[in-house]
């Protein structure tokens, strides 16, 4: 039988070339979406594809019982993927904002995956995969709501992969730098919804750099590398016999995950806030 990968956030980006390269690869792929219109697209692709909105726990338990029905209730690997940024300083967002986001980035991903550990365990084996990103290693102006719900993944993660040591249940991070995706554009309604920029003391520097970093059309960045460089280490993850607690993607990743280590915090955060 085809090994079974659970994906979410497969609209565009990281999780659609995962679920395309991973099918490539033989696995049968369940590329789950948040919204119902790309699921159709998907299923009109060939893809298993069930709706699963991360801020919507009914979704999460029925999206995962559409999944199960079709394997016979297993499932060998889960890929958390989706999750969306909503830029603006830290003092400038509200509480709102920041329950929004870790409902969508952190509480979201931990109800599924709570889900779908009684079935590897029953199987005896699968692999839990969380999509975390160079800002869980070191944080950055003007991310700190994204920036904090990655650590916090960082952290149920590490401790899921500790307490999973005695289970056959392997836990895994691919931390991602910057990867060619639509997580900017997609972050524009959230930052309008939420962020009163005009009435901000930092005024000025939203107008001289986050605006238009927002708004403006500049390419891709220094480094960035197509999704198909986070699905090669998916694909790793899932198949050598040991795998990495950590997957680094990205040249920034790797950099940072070094200067995070021999740096002090006061050396990085002077580094970080040059840019």
Not at 107 to 134: E, K, Y
Not at 253 to 258: A, F, L, V
Request: hydrophobic residues 40%; glycine residues 8%; proline residues 6%.
């Amino acid at each position: 039988m085809k090994r079974s990968i659970l994906i979410t956030g497969c609209s565009t980006g990281i999780g659609l070339d995962a679920a395309k390269g991973m099918r490539d690869a033989g696995w049968r792929v369940f590329a789950a979406c948040r919204q119902e219109k790309d699921c159709a697209r998907l299923r009109a692709m060939g893809f298993d594809a069930p709706r699963i909105d991360y801020a919507d726990e009914a979704s999460i338990a029925a999206g995962l019982a559409e999944v199960l029905a079709a394997t016979g209730g297993t499932l060998d690997a889960l890929f958390n993927n989706g999750a969306y940024a909503c830029p603006g300083a830290a003092e400038d967002l509200p509480r709102g904002a920041l329950r929004e986001i870790f409902e969508a980035n952190v509480f979201g991903w931990h109800d599924l995956t709570r889900r779908v550990i009684p079935v590897m365990r029953a199987q005896g084996h699968g692999r839990i995969v969380n999509c975390s990103s160079v800002l869980g290693l070191v944080a950055a102006p003007w991310r700190a709501a994204y920036v904090s719900t990655k650590y916090a993944l960082e952290g149920l993660t590490d401790t899921l992969r500790i307490e999973m040591r005695d289970t056959p249940i392997k836990v895994i991070l691919i931390e991602p730098g910057p990867v060619t995706s639509q997580i900017r554009a997609n972050s524009i309604p959230h930052f309008e919804k939420w962020i009163d920029w005009q009435n901000s003391p930092r005024r000025a520097q939203y107008e001289a750099s986050l605006l238009k970093r927002l708004y403006q059309s500049r390419g891709p960045d220094k480094f960035e590398l197509p999704p198909s460089a986070v699905t090669a280490k998916l694909l790793r993850a899932l198949t050598v016999a040991r795998p990495k607690p950590r997957y680094y993607v990205t040249t920034p990743t790797y950099i940072m995950g070094m200067l995070r280590r021999v740096l002090s915090s006061r050396g990085l955060d002077w580094l970080i806030a040059k840019g």
